[in-house]
């Protein structure tokens, strides 16, 4: 198992940036397919973005392609999601979920397709 733990939650005034961060505690990312959904009250729970560690592919929801970027960091072992331009909208629970295996595209969205998910952490966009 990957046992991912999330970090970097918090409050952000709207349009401001945060940045999340996903790390493994059971096992390395190495040929793992992680996600990140977030979920808000009321909302069913969202797919935000996912990488493939191994070839290093990105991919965003429409929702916010252009403003948040998921990337790696090989030395740390880490996964990261910088968000920017955040709007009240963005205020939910988000969750890093991890398969270690490489998922096909097309099961990318779908949270049912991963096997480990971290407790999550709180983005609050507030002014």
């Known amino acids: 198992q990957v046992r991912p733990v999330e970090s970097g939650g918090g409050l952000v005034q709207p349009g401001g940036s945060l940045s999340l961060s996903c790390a493994p505690s059971g096992r390395t990312f190495s040929g793992s397919t992680i996600a990140w959904f977030r979920q808000s009250p009321g909302k069913e729970r969202e797919f935000v973005a996912a990488?493939?560690?191994?070839?290093?592919?990105?991919h965003c929801a429409d929702s916010v392609k252009g403003r948040f970027t998921v990337s790696r960091d090989i030395a740390k072992n880490t996964v990261q999601l910088q968000m920017d331009r955040l709007t009240p909208e963005d205020t939910a629970v988000y969750h890093c979920?991890?398969?270690?295996?490489?998922?096909?595209?097309?099961?990318?969205?779908?949270?049912?397709?991963?096997?480990?998910w971290g407790q999550g952490t709180q983005v609050t966009v507030s002014s």
């Open positions: 979920d991890a398969n270690p295996s490489r998922l096909i595209v097309s099961r990318l969205w779908n949270g049912e397709n991963y096997e480990d």
């Open positions: 990488l493939r560690w191994n070839e290093n592919s990105k």
